[in-house]
Nanobody
Framework: QVQLVESGGGLVQAGGSLRLSCAAS????????MGWFRQAPGKEREFVAS????????YYADSVKGRFTISRDNAKNTVYLQMNSLKSEDTAIYYC????????????WGQGTQVTVSS
């Protein structure tokens, strides 16, 4: 069992930056791939970025590529999402999730953190 707690959300002006953090419980954090997702009001949840267990491989949605950076610190059981050049369309609740090796879908989810970008 893994518990995930996001933090770092808030209100920021367009063009600004935020860094989200997701702290994980448990001793096996380094064996999980991690992802960030978001859900805007009235929209379905969408993929934002993911990182493999070692941090070597990362993937991004086209909408955030070049602006967002996902990273992880396995010693701190934490995954980060650095968000730069924020746009109003980035406004959403951001969730982190953990994917076990061999699993076809994310197994554990955090409660989410609100990001609001004012134009």
């Amino acid at each position: 069992q893994v518990q995930l707690v996001e933090s770092g959300g808030g209100l920021v002006q367009a063009g600004g930056s935020l860094r989200l953090s997701c702290a994980a419980s448990g001793r096996t954090f380094s064996s999980y791939a991690m992802g960030w997702f978001r859900q805007a009001p009235g929209k379905e949840r969408e993929f934002v970025a993911s990182i493999n267990y070692s941090g070597v491989s990362t993937y991004y949605a086209d909408s955030v590529k070049g602006r967002f950076t996902i990273s992880r610190d396995n010693a701190k059981n934490t995954v980060y999402l650095q968000m730069n050049s924020l746009k109003s369309e980035d406004t959403a609740i951001y969730y982190c999730a953990a994917l076990r090796s061999g699993s076809s879908s994310y197994d554990y989810w955090g409660q989410g953190t609100q990001v609001t970008v004012s134009s």
